[in-house]
């Protein structure tokens, strides 16, 4: 049939960008998103100015930059990058210490006295081209105002409505999905080493097996498990442990051979591992619609979710919360929520309360789309490696690394491509010759102990902490934010906010979690 | 004007690989005669002369239609000529995804099409493309019921992807590092000016051009200029490849990676050949003018008789020209909102009510600037519309210096502050 194609790699057409800018996608990074416009082979060599084009012609948003450029420039395959000389690629680069994961706040921090943490602030983050707002848009007054539009500040916005609450604000600095909720590898399990975790993924999930029907957009739930190996025996003891602890709390991993795990994952090379961990409900989505799904769903129940609306002030008086300063004017509330994932430290600091999160850079990738060959999303705990195959057919794999220094940080680096090349073809050769596209960076919001920071603040009335995620917010969010949203309404505290509370830090009982990803 | 077209063949060579460069004519007549190789097609064994890529071998042998569109499975062809698209993606050697326009060709080597049900040119799957008229909107795609979510989810996973996984493991070749006091990438007219720039200095520049086989892949740095109140001890960001936060130039060469450190980089990679919107606009037979003047002057291939040429500012004059030169009759049409190709491959362009026959549809709209390395590390890039280019260009000084003070940018790939 007759269509006008706007990106060639992607199928998308100018039909396509016509719905996206109907639909208010008001900037030009999240209408790349929302169609999948650029984010293929070519990675918007030709699209790029045909998007400018036609935008210019059918009055969408203005676009006077172009979406970010991310390396590679061309197509480069796993074993070429896997060949980069780069002093310190394998393990520990000489001239770089090794960090270990901070356990409390470090001491010699700047302190900023405001930061006005607007988009585009840090390295690596792209500030989008939004429409131009005046200050009038916003509400004077609030009964909710949610600070960041990730799943977490979405996902409660949407509770609340469902509860009645409807007076809602959620203040996003950027568009949606700039954060960690849009560019996090989709990964949700059930495979944990604490109780709580356990039972929040597990309905997250089941949450999840529905989102579509209940927000009307696919999220593209694939359950096809988490397989992580183990390569010592050591690592296959410690395994056993936490396998033993889940099938106590209902989720039923399963201890694999390296026979068995080949049988899952083809082509693994099973002289990498001398067991691995696999459960079979565990599974990828894809990120980018909950966001949508989530703020679609709170704009009909009436709660509003405004864009490129940076946080610069938070007002307290006599220990309570007033209100906030935006750089589109202010919005009186009594209840603030801090969903702002790794940038929740420094919203935190304008209301002088300090929390112990540190942000760490954690960097991924993706390839060239493949017909699907890969069921689970493969992963091995001892390297922070982590990989699995998108419903586009693209691998999507990350990988932490131990000389990573604490910092807001969203660039890529080659360093991680050579190193995350290296250990995808260790374990899967054949994956060699697959051609990375492009590659990003996010940011963890790390707490000393791996578990979130939620609920009340201590000394100051009225806010609420709703951070502290260490990359695994997006898969527990739905069901954290039930819990939010049920003790935001009037209802009362659910005992996981009462176990994740900030004072948890001043009182010395650490919820420690294991089994955190790089 | 010079100058866009000079810098033109600067963007050409940096995409461009494994080419020899201009031949004369003479070579070509000769090696004619002298090869008769043959390419493996698909189990059919297809003629190529030496030099040429596989685009050029499988459009000499009429094959017009190289792949399928990953999403509605509309037929593809090359557009550009010069590895910025990714049209003219085939398989080869057992791997998948590789640009034909790219790639040159050996005896026996084995090309394959990807992506459809049957063949590339009867693909059963090209129903998708007949039962969608606008297009199929996968966010809202049976979102009614969990059994018909399930269901949709299991049928995209399906369809999904273009090509299949390699046969074989490939190689790791062992990477280098280089340092250079200055770097040139693309060796067009502004490039080599600037190399004798740097030469009557003193200055041995390090030139990365595809005709030598090298490709800038990417340009990874620090944000310096970004204080870190994090950082607890004076270590730079990991931004750089060799993990202390250097700024790196990665160049491929074959199968293996450069990792070049530098003190100044100087971007010199000119344009690239964007298609133009109108109906059916991805049709195969629908190629970058540029890419089509290429393929005549390099492998003495024209791909019809007659051409009718969508041109746009100065480049459709430009292009027509040139088209002419190369032998081609060409008949020039303005860009409108009334275009459609019909055919695959295309055997006219209608416009209106009237349709014109012609052989093949050459694009010539304004070229983009070829800002990519710049915005990898946040130079500063500002929107260029005019009659030369169109696009993002790389904003700099009348130095040539960008925002970034190790980077400068010359020719057609910048605009001046």
Known sequence: MHKTLICACEDVTAHDIDEAVERGLGDVESVKRYTGLGTGPCQGKSCVVGLKRHLAKCGGPKMEQPFTARPPIVPTEFAVLAGMAAPGKDGEPDSVARHSRPQSRPSTCIEPATTPWMAGSIPGSSPGTAMTKGDEHLPHRVDILIIGGGIMGLALAYGLTRRGVRDVLVLERGYLCEGASGRNGGGVRMQWTTAPFIELCKESIGFMRHFAQELGINVWLRQGGYLFTARTAAEARAAEQRAEFQRRHGVRTEILTPTEARSIVPDLDDSQLVAAAYHPEDGVVFPWPFLWGYADGARRGGARVETFTGVEQIEIERGEVRGVVTNHGRVAATTVVIAAGAWSVEVARLAGVTLPNVPMRHEILVTEPLKPFLDPLVSELSSGLYFSQSMRGEIVGGMGDPAEPPGLNQTSSARFAARFAEGVTRLIPRLGGVKVIRQWAGCYDVTPDHSPILGETPGVRGLVQMSGFVGHGFMMAPAVAERMADWLAGGPIDEVLQRYALSRFAEGRLEHEEMIIG | MTEALASNAGACRLFTPRRSGHEHPDELASRRV??????????????????????????????????????????????????????????????????????????????????????????????????????????????????????????????????????????????????????????????????????????????????????????????????????????????????????????????????????????????????????????????????????????????????????????GPRQAAALREVGYAVEEVALSDNLRAIGSPVHALQIGERKVDCDLIAIAARPAPAYELAAQVDAEVALVDNESVCGFAVVVDDEGRTSIPWLSAVGSVCTKR
């Open chain 2, 34 to 315: 002298t090869d008769l190789q043959t390419i493996n097609f698909e189990g059919k064994s297809i003629p190529f002369l030496a030099g040429d890529t596989i685009s050029a071998a499988l459009l000499r042998a009429g094959v017009r239609i190289f792949s399928r569109s990953p999403k509605y499975h509309r037929p593809r062809g090359p557009f550009c000529f010069a590895g910025s698209c990714a049209q003219c993606y085939v398989r080869i050697d057992g791997k998948p995804s590789l640009p034909a326009c790219m790639t040159l060709c050996h005896e026996s080597i084995r090309v394959e099409r990807q992506n459809a049900i049957g063949s590339a040119g009867h693909d059963l799957l090209g129903i998708i493309d007949v039962a969608t008229p606008h297009g199929l909107d996968h966010h809202h795609l049976m979102t009614w019921n969990r059994l018909a979510n399930t269901t949709a989810s299991a049928v995209a996973r399906r369809l999904a992807g273009l090509g299949t996984l390699p046969d074989a493991a490939m190689e790791v070749a062992a990477g280098e590092t280089r340092h250079a006091e200055v770097v040139i990438v693309g060796a067009g007219e502004a490039g080599r000016k600037a190399a004798r720039d740097m030469a009557a200095r003193g200055i041995d520049p390090l030139i990365i051009d595809s005709n030598d086989g090298a490709i800038a892949i990417g340009l990874y740095a620090p944000n310096p200029l970004q204080p870190n109140p994090f950082q607890t001890n004076p270590l730079p960001p990991c931004g750089g490849g060799s993990g202390r936060g250097d700024r790196t130039l990665l160049v491929r060469r074959h199968n293996h990676l450069e990792s070049i450190s530098f003190e100044n980089l100087i971007l010199a990679t000119g344009t690239t050949s964007q298609p133009l919107a109108f109906e059916d606009n991805d049709r195969p037979g629908i190629y970058a003018a540029r890419g089509l003047v290429d393929l005549a002057r390099r492998h003495d291939l024209r791909l019809g008789e007659h051409a009718v040429l969508i041109g746009e500012g100065a480049e």
